[in-house]
């Protein structure tokens, strides 16, 4: 895996919880769709699942996320964790 994807995916991943903290929701969508479409190709799976999972309770642009939302993106960063030898 290259250096640069590992690098944007966590970038990405500490964005996207700063936006949602912030109630940018819109940011934090547009961050874990960019997480799923770097982490698949590479192979991490289990964080390319975890975004998508992430993107469906965030729900389409301004709506409310469901029940859940915030357990999901500690699964993405647990995911992240796991992959890059965190957790």
Same mark, same amino acid.
């Given at each position: 895996?290259? %250096?640069? %994807?590992?690098? &944007?995916? *966590? !970038? &990405?991943?500490? %964005?996207?919880?700063?936006? +949602? !903290?912030?109630? &940018?929701? &819109? #940011?934090?969508?547009?961050?874990?769709?960019? *997480?799923?479409? $770097? +982490?698949?190709?590479? @192979?991490?799976? @289990? *964080?390319? #699942?975890?975004?998508?999972? /992430? /993107?469906? $309770? /965030?729900?389409?642009? @301004? %709506?409310?996320?469901?029940?859940?939302?915030?357990?999901?993106?500690?699964?993405?960063?647990?995911? *992240?964790?796991? +992959?890059?030898? #965190?957790?």
């Amino acid at each position: 895996m290259a %250096t640069y %994807t590992m690098g &944007d995916i *966590i !970038v &990405d991943a500490v %964005t996207m919880n700063e936006a +949602a !903290v912030c109630g &940018d929701l &819109d #940011e934090s969508r547009r961050r874990a769709r960019r *997480i799923a479409f $770097l +982490a698949a190709p590479e @192979g991490l799976t @289990g *964080i390319a #699942e975890a975004a998508n999972v /992430l /993107l469906c $309770l /965030l729900g389409p642009s @301004g %709506t409310e996320p469901r029940p859940g939302f915030g357990a999901a993106m500690v699964a993405v960063s647990t995911e *992240i964790d796991r +992959a890059f030898g #965190e957790g």
